[in-house]
């Protein structure tokens, strides 16, 4: 056993030590002592990928689903730079990822030789920290390794979760040159246990600052939820019941769907659609939990018309307040901050009946349901099937045992404007840090990996084919993948922008059409296929696939240029309710 054998043995047993459960992997000649010690290693859980751009954005679903990194190995050269655009996402959601790229030695390095290129930060200030040990040798002893990765692990979870570049130069032979076995350098360590304990930062406030805050609130206010952990989110309920506010949760919260939300608005967006009364209706407070919010309208709504008191409050310390409005931020984590919040509002003398204002903003979240029912019926048989119809349709019949994975571009709006509260309950996710439409397949199957259930995914036509290789990842999904495909031919997220109105230049240069469909795509991977004409008919193919439970997917054509004229409809409708501002 040579030193690149035996650092790849024990980083790749740290690593699983830390109770790391996917190691994601591509090929390559450079990475082979980390590949061969997580293929030796039986605790390591392993996937392999054709592309390094996949690899990463499965690892990004994955980690997003679990709250632990996900490990990449790969190659060296332009193998690592396909990771930069999940490695960015990871950034900016605070997602943790684990890079570990293989590099060539320091003497090719400048020097034309192949597969060589630059890699010290190779991702700049996307990662949370970046070291190269040099290769491997006796002079970097086995302790100084065991706590790089111990701190490495540390560093993609805290004081700010997100990703961590380790880059391992590795000289060849890659092995030893003998076929004589030697002992394990693992043997020699403690069983099971991680060399550096890592103790996480606790984020408790003072309870001063506590009883300042409630101290200070006014009798009524918006209690605004963005994309909080998963483990808040029953704290939540519980304050949100306990304050009576009403609830703005937003689509990233996991509180947007589903029926368990006390005092949920569910319609907020439409509600502050600015020739509605609603619209105007005096605010006195805004405390929003977790990152921003998706709608476009509460976020204007900050920037134009701010409360009297702004509270922000978040487990980070990253500035999300893009309104500059927000006098007040609270760093602390979100689970216990609710339950210090609730503790101390029990405290007081709570009236039995729901607020009149939060009330009023419930009726009116009613009125707007009764209207898209009445707009988007439930059984429609027309042929011409909308994006949001589709998607609102969607939200409603998705069991409660499956994930959700949403597209940016047209599914996000949909699902965050119009998506029914009367569905189930699910865990769901998206790549909205930069809000990118790359790799969402990948992360939705990576996603599916961590949640260790079935996944459905909305997404667009133009998403699915930058991610088509990896429609092979939902034929081997564990658990099945579900493609809500809309293919609208084109980018319908572009029919809203005033371009649109330069007809001679639009279609060509910001429409992007096609002609393209995805049956053979679906065929290829041995996928099931289904192309439903009608809502009625989309809920009937969708619930056989979901009783098949394999892999496939549901391709609905609609009109992108239509999709204006949809809302604008239903703004219509919503002008003709009464939306009392006493």
């Known amino acids: 056993m040579n030193w690149n054998e035996r650092w790849g043995e024990l980083i790749i047993e740290e690593l699983v030590r830390h109770d790391t459960d996917c190691f994601c992997i591509s090929p390559g000649s450079r990475s082979t002592p980390l590949t061969v010690a997580v293929a030796k290693n039986p605790r390591a859980k392993s996937a392999i990928f054709y592309d390094e751009r996949a690899a990463a954005y499965y690892a990004l679903g994955h980690a997003r689903a679990t709250g632990r990194p996900a490990v990449l190995i790969c190659t060296s050269g332009t193998a690592a730079a396909n990771y930069l655009p999940a490695v960015i996402e990871a950034a900016v959601e605070q997602i943790p990822l684990l890079v570990l790229t293989s590099d060539r030695p320091p003497e090719l390095r400048d020097t034309g030789a192949n597969q060589a290129i630059n890699q010290t930060f190779l991702f700049g200030t996307h990662v949370r920290w970046f070291f190269d040990p040099g290769c491997p040798c006796s002079e970097f002893t086995t302790e100084a390794l065991l ?28 092995f030893e040159n003998t076929e004589t076995e030697t002992n394990s350098k693992v043997e020699t360590l403690p069983e099971q246990k991680v060399y550096v304990r890592n103790t996480a930062f606790s984020k408790v406030l003072p309870n001063s600052e506590i009883k300042a805050l409630l101290k200070n609130r006014p009798e009524s206010g918006i209690l605004s939820i963005g994309r909080v952990p998963a483990d808040s989110l029953d704290s939540l309920k519980k304050l949100a019941e306990e304050l009576a506010w009403p609830v703005f949760a937003d689509v990233t919260s996991g509180l947007r769907l589903g029926e368990n939300c006390p005092n949920r608005i569910t319609y907020y967006d439409q509600l502050l659609i600015k020739d509605l009364d609603s619209a105007n209706w005096e605010i006195e407070a805004v405390w929003h939990i977790g990152f921003p919010p998706t709608s476009k309208r509460w976020l204007t709504h ?32 979100i689970a216990e901050f609710c339950e210090q919040l609730v503790s101390e509002l029990q405290l007081e003398k709570r009236a039995d009946i729901i607020p009149l204002k939060t009330q009023k903003w419930l009726q009116a979240s009613a009125k707007v349901e009764a209207v898209m029912e009445q707009h988007f019926p439930l059984n429609s048989e027309k042929k011409e099937i909308d994006d949001f119809a589709l998607s609102r349709r969607l939200t409603e019949i998705i069991p409660e045992t499956h994930g959700f994975f949403i597209g940016n571009s047209i599914p996000v709006r949909a699902v965050d404007m119009l998506g029914s509260g009367k569905g189930a309950e699910i865990p769901t996710a998206l790549n909205r840090g930069a809000s990118g439409i790359d790799g969402l397949i990948a992360s939705a199957c990576g996603y599916s990996s961590g949640l260790k259930r079935p ?30 495909l809309l293919n609208n031919h084109g980018g319908g ?28 795509v679906a065929e290829m991977f041995g996928l099931n296929y289904f192309r439903p004409d009608s809502i009625s008919a989309f809920v009937k193919d969708y619930r056989q696939a979901v009783r098949e439970n394999k892999s ?15 809302l604008e409809a239903l703004a219509q409708k919503l002008m003709k309710c009464a939306f009392e501002s006493s």
């Not at 036509?461 to 809500?484: G, R, W, Y």
Request: net charge negative; no cysteine.
């Open 302 to 333: 900050w920037g134009k018309n701010p409360a009297a008191q702004m509270v922000w409050i978040a487990d980070h310390a990253e500035r999300h307040d893009q309104s500059h409005n927000f006098r007040w931020r609270i760093e602390s984590g």
């Open 147 to 174: 706590s790089t990765i111990d701190h490495a692990v540390s560093k993609t979870l805290q004081p700010l979760s997100g990703p961590v570049h380790l880059n391992f130069p590795f000289r060849e032979p890659f």
């Open 455 to 484: 996944v459905s995914l909305l997404i667009g036509d133009l998403s699915a084919m930058h991610d088509l290789n990896s429609f092979k990842l939902l034929a081997e999904s564990p658990e099945p993948v579900f493609v809500v």
């Open 493 to 520: 997220i572009f029919s809203f922008l005033p371009v649109a109105k330069q007809t001679d230049i639009f279609e060509t240069f910001f429409g992007t059409p096609h002609s393209n469909d995805f049956l053979s």
């Open 552 to 566: 496939a997917v549901i391709e609905i054509f609609t009109e992108r240029d239509k999709n204006p004229q949809q």
